[in-house]
């Protein structure tokens, strides 16, 4: 296995040798090709954004605070209880919902939800039934919902979109226009209503809310955008495909207050300020389990349909609704990351400059991102760029790793029996500290490498430790080894004549019938005694 292994390891070093700058060109361009095509094609990574948004919004250090002008009223589990021992098990009779509605838009609010469809009359209650069609028509800001069916049922309705209240047309002079729609069933109930849909992306993760839904001609209003309306807000259509809801999940929720209070008050029991409904927005809705409706959101798996309408309305009056940055902009900083960092591999620069600049600069796309979407409403999104130059990195390096470790003659990555299969070796110390010097050495080498082979050659660069005391001045001085197989005569390489001329010392050492670890020694013997004297030359004459 380890021999394997180890094969495998040295197959891979020989090869990224060979390859050696331009595979970092390359990687760079099948990554953006990659780019590229899914950009176009809105695949993964449209789809994987959407992923990493909600995380993002699930994580982020701040949200908004909830407006306080909006009031959810909850019909949970307490209520079922409590207003269940007078009026019976859910659903009660409509006198029930019509004297609290009754009661709240006494209090001057400035709209009020009624979060619950009424499609069917009460079987034992028409007084109830009576008594919420009067109050609807009594009091102008109490909203009803309906229901948009789908628009492929829209050919056997007889209803035209037209005649619903609000309804916005697209046209000048529509057409007949039919719509599929189940309707509160009362008069009154019809004068005022907004369309209940909500709409989950195609993963089924509700994150934008759509004020106006449309049919062929027409787009019919929401509900929330009917309550916007009675605030005195407005909507724009055409912003609408550009924000996402910005919800309330750092700051607290939206006031709350249970149905069961309202009903004991209203009954004689227990005391309910009924006075904190003025200049309020109200929302009754359903939250108990079996008769709410929950939906997944980007904030949460489980968020029912009162509070995803209550930050509809609250992102419409306040401007809160987050934007998301253009997503051809995160591709062309990707982009960019793509080009910067392979000319910097490229280039041959500091790895460990590489690294420092990697490190900040990812932190900051970090930084960015989760500021921006914690403290603004433009969310500034750096994941993909985040992502590709991980990605590019994490290559890059693996691969400059296995290259140097080659180059160094590492164990793992370079054979070392070609040693013992050489007569002769070559030492060349390359001067990296004179002006052009790095592009002729590199020049050098690679004549070396394509005269003798990539496997015959070590390239060492930090052959001593240059952080040390003593090993500061080596820091200028890079080392090329050349294993010569049999019958290769130095004189004959022009790499060794290229060398000569540009003033680097060249020494042709003898190690045939040499053994691993005495070429070793003797390699290192005449390194000492090449390089050493470059420095102990000027000493020993003044001495």
């Not at 990296?432 to 050659?457: C, K, N, Q, Y």
Request: charged share 20%; net charge negative.
């Amino acid at each position: 296995m380890k021999t394997a292994l180890l094969s495998v390891l040295q197959g891979f070093g020989s090869w990224c040798r060979r390859w050696e700058a331009r595979f970092y060109l390359l990687l760079a361009a099948a990554i953006a090709v990659l780019l590229l095509a899914d950009y176009s094609l809105q695949g993964f990574m449209g789809r994987g954004s959407q992923v990493v948004y909600d995380q993002l919004v699930k994580f982020r250090i701040s949200s908004p605070a909830p407006d306080p002008r909006i009031v959810i009223i909850d019909i949970d589990e307490r209520s079922l209880q409590e207003v269940g021992r007078d009026q019976g098990r859910w659903p009660w009779s409509n006198s029930v919902v019509a004297e609290a509605l009754a009661t709240i838009a006494e209090e001057s609010p400035q709209a009020i939800l009624l979060n619950q469809l009424v499609s069917e009359p009460s079987k034992n209650d028409p007084e109830g039934d009576a008594s919420l069609n009067e109050i609807a028509g009594a009091y102008p800001n109490i909203v009803f919902p309906f229901v948009r069916l789908p628009a492929a049922n829209d050919g056997v309705s007889q209803l035209d979109a037209a005649q619903l209240p609000g309804a916005r047309a697209l046209v000048p002079s529509p057409p007949a226009d039919p719509v599929a729609a189940i309707l509160p069933l009362f008069e009154n109930l019809q004068k005022r209503m907004g369309a209940s849909n909500l709409y989950a992306d195609r993963d089924g993760i509700i994150r934008r809310y759509q004020y106006w839904v449309p049919t062929e001609s027409h787009v019919l209003p929401s509900t929330a955008a009917v309550i916007v309306q009675l605030a005195g807000g407005t909507i724009d259509i055409s912003d609408e495909p550009n924000a996402k809801l910005n919800w309330r999940n750092k700051r607290g929720d939206y006031r709350r207050v249970s149905f069961a209070d309202l009903y004991a008050a209203s009954q004689g029991r227990g005391s309910f300020d009924w006075s904190m409904f003025a200049g309020k927005i109200v929302i009754i809705g359903a939250t108990a389990p079996g008769i709410s409706v929950i939906k997944p959101t980007s904030a949460s798996i489980t968020t029912d349909d009162s509070t995803i309408i209550a930050t509809a309305i609250d992102d419409a009056l306040n401007g809160t609704a987050l934007r998301m940055m253009p997503s051809w902009v995160a591709l062309l900083l990707a982009l960019g990351i793509l080009v910067a960092m392979s000319r910097a591999f490229m280039a041959g620069a500091d790895q460990s400059t590489i690294n420092r600049v990697f490190v900040i600069g990812q932190l900051a796309l970090v930084v960015i991102t989760f500021f921006s979407i914690s403290f603004s409403n433009f969310v500034i999104d750096m994941t993909l760029p985040f992502n590709v130059g991980l990605v590019y990195f994490t290559i890059a390096k693996t691969y400059f790793s296995a290259q140097h470790a080659t180059e160094l003659g590492v164990e793992y990555f370079w054979d070392g029996s070609r040693v013992g299969k050489a007569q002769h070796a070559v030492i060349i110390a390359l001067h990296i500290d004179r002006p052009g010097m790095r592009g002729v050495g590199l020049r050098i080498r690679r004549l070396l490498e394509r005269e003798v082979s990539h496997d015959a050659v070590l390239h060492l660069t930090d052959f001593v430790d240059v952080k040390t005391f003593l090993g500061k001045e080596f820091g200028n001085i890079e080392l090329l080894v050349a294993f010569l197989p049999d019958g290769v005569a130095p004189e004959s390489l022009q790499s060794v004549v290229q060398a000569r001329q540009n003033g680097h010392e060249v020494l042709l050492v003898d190690i045939s019938g040499l053994n691993e670890n005495d070429t070793r020694a003797k390699l290192w013997r005449e390194v000492v005694r090449m390089v050493f004297p470059m420095y102990l030359t000027e000493p020993a004459r003044a001495g």
